[in-house]
T-cell receptor
Framework: DGGITQSPKYLFRKEGQNVTLSCEQN?????MYWYRQDPGQGLRLIYY???????QKGDIAEGYSVSREKKESFPLTVTSAQKNPTAFYLC?????????????FGPGTRLLVL | AQTVTQSQPEMSVQEAETVTLSCTYD???????LFWYKQPPSRQMILVIR??????QNATENRFSVNFQKAAKSFSLKISDSQLGDAAMYFC?????????FGTGTRLKVLA
């Protein structure tokens, strides 16, 4: 089955620690995205990538970093500079038809700070 | 700046009845797309319906349809013959040139 996988489902971060969230897709999509979801708020875009080896900052990129070395993978690192990382993180992908293509989402990762 | 407003934090509907969720937006872009996504308790976002702004015709998908009023910048979602499985958070989203803005969501409860 084609789809998007995210791991782990739950992740715990200690103060000052960097953690990496995994996102893999086998839909052969060119574009991939990372969103953050907080209670009572909609999704906010962290980073997106339209093609391998290229990515752009979204609205709340501070304290986060990404890489796109393979078409299938778009890992997100939450760095120690992100002071309030507790949230639900969603990864998505879309085909290469332009910015209006439908995004398909993974099941999400919940990040908690110890 | 682009904005999306969902003014109904929560709605309830009786099973088999019809409900309409409202969404208003603002954008200066001439080319944009509008979406409704559903987030059930599993929290995985699922596409409900997509509308291309340049198309006059309202999008429909089985029991789901939209009322797209471009001049009024309104994009409401109508769910007909509501089912228990429709209970979820519904998010309206506006996509301009690689700008992705989501509303704060409407929680829909379906009463048996």
């Amino acid at each position: 089955d084609g789809g998007i996988t995210q791991s782990p489902k739950y992740l715990f971060r200690k103060e000052g620690q960097n953690v990496t969230l995994s996102c893999e897709q086998n839909l052969n999509h060119d574009a991939m995205y990372w969103y953050r979801q907080d209670p009572g708020q909609g999704l906010r875009l962290i980073y997106y990538s339209q093609i391998v080896n290229d990515f752009q900052k979204g609205d709340i990129a501070e304290g986060y970093s990404v890489s796109r070395e393979k078409k299938e993978s778009f890992p997100l690192t939450v760095t120690s500079a992100q002071k309030n990382p507790t949230a639900f993180y969603l990864c998505a992908s879309s085909g290469g038809g332009g910015f209006g293509e439908t995004q398909y989402f993974g099941p999400g990762t919940r990040l908690l700070v110890l | 700046a682009q904005t999306v407003t969902q003014s109904q934090p929560e709605m309830s509907v009786q099973e088999a009845e019809t409900v309409t969720l409202s969404c208003t937006y603002d954008t200066s872009e001439s080319d944009y797309y509008l979406f409704w996504y559903k987030q059930p308790p599993s929290r995985q976002m699922i596409l409900v319906i997509r509308q291309e702004a340049y198309k006059q015709q309202n999008a429909t998908e089985n029991r789901f349809s939209v009322n797209f009023q471009k001049a009024a910048k309104s994009f409401s979602l109508k769910i007909s013959d509501s089912q228990l499985g429709d209970a979820a958070m519904y998010f309206c989203a506006l996509v301009g040139t690689y700008k992705y803005i989501f509303g704060t969501g409407t929680r829909l409860k379906v009463l048996a």
